[in-house]
């Protein structure tokens, strides 16, 4: 295989396990916060109750945080898969456009939701954070579509 295009595909994969991880580590989290998982439990994210601390200067109820949270779950739950085929099917730029086009473009929505949601929650710690991540997944998806691979 072009190591060009091997790079590529191990990028969009990396992004696909990382993704993946971050998805489960807030699944944990949902399930302890549901009793599912005992407290002891260590693969958690704690993002539940950082959701509840970046809200309560607005008294969100916990039903919207619980909500806000679902829904950024099932978003990167979407990505990582999303990834997963991007990187599966990723034979060079050409083969698998699409694929890569709607991973990142899922991604980025989601970081870009964040920095949103950083602003409007008076947030600023969590921006730099959420605006690396957008960052790194724009350099990613350049790197993706503009290397040479001949």
């Given at each position: 295989?072009n190591?060009?295009i091997?790079?590529?595909r191990?990028?969009l994969?990396l992004?696909?396990?990382w993704?993946?991880?971050?998805?489960l580590?807030n699944?944990?989290?949902?399930?302890k916060?549901?009793?599912?998982?005992d407290?002891?439990?260590?693969?958690?994210s704690?993002?539940?109750?950082?959701i509840?601390?970046?809200?309560?200067r607005?008294?969100?109820?916990?039903?919207?945080?619980?909500?806000l949270f679902?829904?950024?779950?099932?978003w990167?739950?979407?990505?990582?898969?999303?990834?997963w085929?991007?990187g599966?099917?990723?034979?060079?730029r050409?083969?698998?456009?699409?694929a890569?086009y709607?991973?990142?473009?899922?991604?980025l929505?989601l970081w870009?939701?964040?920095?949103i949601a950083?602003?409007?929650?008076?947030a600023?710690?969590?921006?730099?954070?959420h605006?690396?991540?957008?960052?790194?997944?724009?350099a990613?998806?350049l790197?993706?579509?503009?290397l040479a691979?001949?």
């Amino acid at each position: 295989m072009n190591p060009v295009i091997f790079l590529k595909r191990l990028l969009l994969l990396l992004w696909a396990v990382w993704l993946s991880i971050v998805f489960l580590s807030n699944l944990a989290d949902a399930a302890k916060e549901l009793g599912l998982l005992d407290a002891s439990w260590a693969f958690a994210s704690g993002n539940g109750k950082f959701i509840q601390e970046t809200t309560a200067r607005y008294g969100t109820p916990a039903a919207v945080n619980t909500f806000l949270f679902a829904g950024v779950i099932l978003w990167e739950g979407i990505a990582a898969v999303l990834f997963w085929r991007a990187g599966w099917s990723f034979r060079g730029r050409s083969t698998a456009r699409k694929a890569v086009y709607l991973a990142f473009t899922t991604s980025l929505l989601l970081w870009g939701a964040f920095l949103i949601a950083d602003e409007v929650c008076i947030a600023y710690p969590l921006e730099s954070t959420h605006l690396r991540l957008f960052i790194a997944h724009l350099a990613t998806l350049l790197a993706v579509d503009l290397l040479a691979e001949g």
